[in-house]
């Protein structure tokens, strides 16, 4: 069974940043040999991509969303995904959510997912 457990929201303030954190477990998942991606889902809003990152982590994708302002990083010997946020704006509170994909495609049906971190961005 996989696992994928996120950490890292909170409260912040506008302008302000948060890096979040999701570790990836399961005794038959190699973590190297998917590709992850973060996801948020707003109050009455669907669940959309954030950004997301290769098997090696050599390529990434941005919604417009986060381009300039958010950064996916991967560390395949902790077999961690981060996201680290700036300049927050209140637009971006959400539940954030962390998958993983067998796919080839960094936008491909995401297999495994977290159970989600909430951020509020709020003076």
């Known amino acids: 069974q996989v696992q994928l457990v996120e950490s890292g929201g909170g409260l912040v303030q506008p302008g302000g940043s948060l890096r979040l954190s999701c570790a990836a477990s399961?005794?038959?998942?190699?973590?190297?040999?998917?590709?992850l991606g973060w996801f948020r889902q707003a109050p009455g809003k669907e669940r959309d991509v954030v950004a997301a990152?290769?098997?090696?982590?050599?390529?990434?994708y941005y919604a417009d969303s986060a381009k300039g302002r958010f950064t996916i990083s991967r560390d395949n010997a902790k077999n961690t995904v981060y996201l680290h946020m700036t300049s927050l704006k209140p637009e971006d509170t959400a539940v954030y959510y962390c998958?993983?994909?067998?796919?080839?495609?960094?936008?491909?049906?995401?297999?495994?997912w977290g159970q989600g971190t909430q951020v509020t961005v709020s003076s």
């Open positions: 998958a993983a994909t067998a796919g080839y495609g960094l936008l491909d049906k995401y297999d495994y």
């Open positions: 990152i290769t098997r090696s982590g050599g390529g990434t």
């Open positions: 399961g005794r038959t998942f190699t973590f190297s040999s998917y590709a």
